[in-house]
């Protein structure tokens, strides 16, 4: 059953703040010799700016990119949760989400992900897309492309599933 919702008066994208945390990634010596490991804590944060809007049964994909360090071409889905978010008039909510590891060498056995960035992608209730908000502006343009990612695969820099460069030797 499709549910007709009037269009908001303030559009999502104009009427809602959002802020990323992710702070800086913490290194951390770890796993075999030069090894080494990023622990990244991310949190979103909306703020509903609009004194006349809510926005109800809004979803919200947030996607933690890594970079390959065998194809720097080559990015992979760390972590991908998706969240409702509803916000009242002057309202906001924060979502502290789970910690990622990521582990990786770049001297030797060149292998693993470091952190590249991060996409965060809102759908109104009908599931369109209507903010994606990224580091990098490649993913802003490839919108339809973003929504159909998935944790733990990787992707090339348009976006096609690629198969994991660590895999390859």
């Known amino acids: 059953m499709q549910i007709n919702t009037a269009a908001p008066k303030v559009s999502f994208a104009s009427g809602?703040?959002?802020?990323?945390i992710i702070g800086r990634p913490a290194k951390?010596?770890?796993g075999d010799l030069d090894d080494e490991m990023q622990v990244i804590n991310p949190r979103v944060k909306f703020t509903n700016t609009s004194t006349t809007q809510a926005y109800d049964?809004?979803?919200?994909?947030?996607?933690?990119?890594?970079?390959?360090?065998?194809?720097?071409?080559?990015?992979?889905v760390l972590q991908r949760v998706d969240?409702?978010?509803s916000l009242p008039?002057?309202?906001?909510?924060e979502n502290k989400l789970p910690s990622v590891t990521t582990q990786f060498d770049t001297t030797g056995a060149v292998f693993g992900f470091k952190y590249q960035g991060w996409v965060v992608q809102v759908t109104d209730p009908n599931g369109v897309i209507v903010l994606t908000k990224s580091t990098s502006s490649a993913f802003e343009k490839l919108a339809e492309k973003v929504k159909l990612m998935k944790a733990d695969e990787c992707y090339d820099k348009?976006?096609?599933s690629v198969s994991d460069p660590d895999d390859r030797f």
């Open 57 to 76: 049964g809004y979803t919200v994909s947030f996607i933690l990119l890594g970079e390959s360090t065998v194809d720097m071409k080559v990015a992979k």
């Open 158 to 160: 348009k976006l096609t």
């Open 16 to 20: 809602v703040k959002i802020e990323v």
């Open 28 to 30: 951390t010596e770890g």
């Open 89 to 93: 008039i002057r309202q906001m909510y």
């Open 83 to 85: 969240f409702p978010v």
